[in-house]
């Protein structure tokens, strides 16, 4: 099925405690574009400045990417900077330059109005239903978000998230939303607003999904060593639609594939800098992946 | 088989959002025994003052739980009082009154001596390694420790950890002890100090098990409304061996359904004050809930 994946093209500057790097390729858009390019085409719509590199559109053109919904502007790509410490779960902002992204208008292209999968990366909810005016026959929509528009445009992005299927976010984010610090208890109120589906990112504690009669616990992949946790959570949000597309069955079951899948994502993007694990991954290193995941939440059923 | 469990009994004065209680029966000891009984007899040994109501022997009693090694002194028995905010994860300690646990002397009666599954709760180091010089043939140990003693008797707690089966520590006494915030990290360094097996607890989120060759991860179970989180690692723990007692199978397909035992046992501790809610508890609900947590946890493998 053809995906459409809208949210922002950005060169970070980021240090960890394993190293340090300037104007590396980054971004909500990116890191979901080429984590679902393993199962599907993707098209995707951002914005980049004049100083945004050829190479790294040729890269996104090699990987299945459409970049022709890519809008090159007069200025600068989008930029932050940011470290994490030792506790990698913290990213510390040392700078956001929003440049050419703070007038980010995002047309689709013609020739995407059909995609029948559409991942709202994190950006204005404004822009997010803008987006949704111009698809014709979504089949699937899911929508990020973060704390800025919960705090600053909260009954926009109601309305946003009420014409999706799946919302998702973070825990700190779903805490925020419901000012609640149970998650179950903020996800059964999320669902009540009249958003279909719901997925919690928990980070290193993995991810639940929450449906009016369903929840899923998925595990985080258990890393020793996680080198750059920046774009884990577009990598699993890219993995989970791709996979969707590639297989074009919303069943709950396959939902659940979907999100393993987008789980074995995540845990690739973190073991290196920008997508640079991404770059050598292979189909066969996925699949042992998400065998894994199965080998380590699998139980039998105890006899009380 | 017979199960062996020494720890605290104390009378505590609890306050959560959903209400305040004095006096109310507690103690790891407590907890954990009682979430066993559902599956093994209990011989229990810990020490109360004088002031200990009757009544919770004989519930304790009723329960399958021999209470002869209870030692009853002279003076008050031991007593914490705390409360928990808006965010139940956060116990707050207003008080700690050891009295006589402050000399407790875990004297295991010669009855107990042939026990082969032992539940070390968390008491001092010294005595756990006293308790262990006294049984005849363990078959299975298992050993919980806190804060206090990573800090003040590391060495000797490392001793202990290394004379049992499977060490169980929550996720913030696990990065202490080994100076890291990647708990995968922290249980794989607890592994190489000769640890067999550990358990790391991370409430809200679960637990998992590592092994050399082996990891589990455990969901715990979502629950919308969280009465009194007192008990639930002692819950966990006590169940948890409880089924391995039950059950005398100590392979690693086993332990799974071990920890997942005790995942529903801790669910349903939380859910009343004291033991409040296991005085009505039936094994069809805790079979009911072991198959949710199977139903909330399965999922199909990908195909990519």
């Known amino acids: 099925m053809s995906l459409l ?58 990987r299945n990417i459409d970049t ?27 700078k956001t ?18 995609s029948e999968f559409v991942f709202l990366a994190n950006i204005d909810p ?30 926009i992005l109601l309305k946003a998230i009420n014409s999706v299927d799946l919302l998702v976010l973070n825990d700190a984010e779903a805490r925020q939303f419901i000012d609640t610090p149970n998650l179950i208890k903020a996800a059964q109120e999320l669902l009540a607003t009249g958003v279909k589906k719901v997925i919690i990112k928990k980070g290193e504690h993995g991810a639940i999904l929450f449906e009016k009669d369903n929840v899923f616990v998925a595990p985080s992949y258990p890393l020793e060593k996680i ?46 800098f920008s997508l640079n694990r991404l770059k050598s991954l292979t189909k066969t290193e996925i699949t042992k992946r998400i065998k894994k995941l199965k080998n380590i939440t699998d139980f039998e059923l105890s006899e009380i």
């Open 5 to 62: 994946i809208v949210g922002s093209i950005a060169l970070d500057n980021v240090k960890t405690p394993f190293g340090e790097h300037q104007n590396i390729l980054g971004g909500s858009a990116i890191h979901a574009s080429n984590a679902a390019s393993f199962f599907s085409s993707v098209n995707l719509v951002g914005v980049v400045g004049k100083d945004f590199p050829t190479e790294h559109l040729h890269f996104l053109k090699k």
């Open 68 to 94: 022709s919904g890519i809008q090159i502007k007069k200025g600068k790509t989008f930029h932050w900077e940011g470290y994490y410490e030792y506790d990698m779960n913290q990213a510390h902002t040392l």
């Open 97 to 114: 330059d929003l440049n050419v992204f703070a007038d980010f208008d995002p047309i689709i292209p013609d020739n995407y109005k059909d």
């Open 126 to 155: 404004t822009l997010q239903l803008k987006v949704l005016q111009q698809i014709k026959k979504p089949k699937f929509i899911m929508l990020d978000t973060m704390n800025f528009w919960i705090e600053t445009k909260k009954d």
């Open 227 to 272: 080198i750059d946790p920046t774009g884990a959570g577009d990598s699993f949000a890219g993995g989970l639609i791709g996979y969707l597309s590639k297989t074009n069955d919303l069943s709950h079951a396959n939902l659940r594939k979907a999100i393993i899948t987008g789980t074995a994502m995540a845990s690739f993007n973190v073991e290196d």
